[in-house]
């Protein structure tokens, strides 16, 4: 018999993980990626699944975090991109921080060594017949432009887009350890995963008049209704919405001691986390921005600690493009219109990293029964990954469709237990965090012995 083949365009998280699981199970799969003959706005490198924004995958607590379920869920799952993640990581408490070249790199070798997976260095500029096979359109919010336009034609224009900002990278030995300090939040995982900028109230305030002043990056006409994405909001979009966001936001000065000076509390502190493996290289966390290049060295060498900063990559803005998922996708992620084709990653409207490698594992697994004839199982909803699904699915309120992080919010609701005495008892906090975690992983194995 032929060996089936199902396509891939985009060689993303979600790409690459549609591929990985597509191999493991019997089926050819072909990655048609368009880097490095063409990039995108944001992206640096020829390699698969690049991570153009930040290097961590958030939190990697399954006990209590809907972020570290997903995690935990797919690495039962067989996932590439946590195998991959877990083998490049680098220290950040209690997230999952990867080293961004290793990540990319291990990746990119994984698929290129399969024997079922081929990579065709391609730009698909149009949406593929009806007869022409099995495809998983997985190519990202910085889809090109062509693919783009074929994509909003077959959907009748149904589509949103919103910005993406990237935050920028500092090298480690540009930092003053005379102001900045390590230290975790809480002092949660090794002290060294963070380092620390202390802001006095008054050096605080100076920053944000910098902010408000400072030049930005103007916007064609065409892109001024854009909307941000709330969960990664330019840091000078915080401060216009209020002068403390930012001191209750990425600049929150709790769980944190300065040891230069124990006797004061900072007003607002600024966090950097390690980018690289050999920690060369720091992140500033929740610091996307939109600023201009000249504004960023200007602005950011006014906090402590960093006014000999030296930048690897300064932040920058980019387009993202996503889908009216519950309206033009069945519960399979294949197009209504065109049930050959499947959408997975932030092209269908979810947010996130390993939320967009999900995604890829639905879409590959659904493939891959499609093809070989079998009948898919939906994952359950009380699961993080039946969750996401769940999100590119709910119809409530499709013309205000936004992307969304795995949250609890989402999942089916856990209101409270009965007890051994026959009353009823809410949970609430941590327990039900830990509810929602084991109820999840519970049927996630019963799921697992389905397929």
């Keep these: 018999m032929t060996q089936p083949i199902v396509h891939i365009v985009g060689a993303g ?6 591929a990985w699981q597509l191999a493991e199970r019997g089926i050819k799969a072909v990655i048609h990626e368009m880097r490095p003959a063409k990039s995108s706005p944001a992206h640096k490198t020829a390699w698969c699944a690049e991570l153009v924004c930040s290097n961590s995958l958030r939190s990697d607590d399954f006990e209590h975090n809907a972020v570290g379920l997903l995690h935990e869920e797919m690495r039962r799952l067989g996932s590439l991109i946590m195998a991959c993640a877990d083998a490049t990581k680098v220290p950040a408490g209690g997230a999952l921080a990867v080293d961004r070249d290793g990540f990319a790199a291990l990746v990119t070798d994984k698929l290129a060594h399969h024997p079922n997976i081929s990579l065709v260095e391609e730009e698909i500029t149009a949406l593929p017949g009806a007869d022409d096979g099995l495809w998983i359109i997985a190519s990202g919010p910085l889809s090109s432009p062509a693919l783009i336009e074929a994509v909003l034609t077959e959907v009748n224009g149904q589509s949103l887009n919103f910005y993406d900002a990237i935050a920028p990278v500092i090298f480690k030995e540009s930092i003053d350890f005379d102001k900045a300090w390590y230290q975790s939040r809480y002092d949660k995982g090794d002290k060294f995963d963070y380092i620390n900028c202390p802001l006095t109230r008054e050096q605080y305030n100076a920053f944000i008049d910098a902010l408000l002043a400072a030049e930005k990056v103007t916007f064609h006409e065409f892109e001024k209704e ?9 840091i000078e979009v915080m401060a216009e919405r209020g002068r403390d966001t930012l001191q209750w936001g990425p ?6 001691t300065n040891p230069h000076q124990p006797e004061v509390k900072p007003y607002a502190v600024v966090q950097l986390r390690q980018d690289n493996k050999e920690d060369t290289l720091r992140n500033m966390v929740g610091f996307q921005t939109k600023l201009k290049y000249g504004e960023q060295q200007r602005i950011f060498r006014m906090i402590p600690g960093l006014e000999q900063a030296e930048f690897a990559r300064l932040g920058g803005i980019h387009r993202n493009t996503f889908i009216k998922s519950p309206v033009l996708l069945d519960n399979f992620l294949r197009l209504k219109s065109r049930p050959n084709l499947r959408f997975a990653g932030q092209i269908t409207g979810c947010e996130g990293y390993i939320e967009s490698a999900s995604t890829g594992w639905l879409a590959g697994y ?9 009948p898919a199982v939906l994952p359950p909803p009380e699961t993080a990954m039946g969750a996401m699904l769940g999100h590119l699915q709910d119809t409530t309120n499709p013309d205000d469709y936004q992307p969304m992080n795995i949250n609890f919010g989402i999942f089916p609701t856990i209101s409270g237990e009965t007890t051994v005495n026959g009353k009823f008892r809410k949970i609430k906090g941590m327990e039900r965090k830990e509810a929602y975690c084991r109820r999840a992983l519970e049927a996630l194995r019963n799921w697992k012995e389905q397929l």
């Design 13 to 18: 998280l979600a790409g690459s993980e549609a």
């Design 226 to 234: 854009a909307a941000y994405f709330d969960g990664c909001l330019p």
């Design 251 to 256: 600049m929150k000065p709790v769980g944190l």
């Design 366 to 374: 659904f493939a891959a029964t499609e093809a070989l004839g079998k």
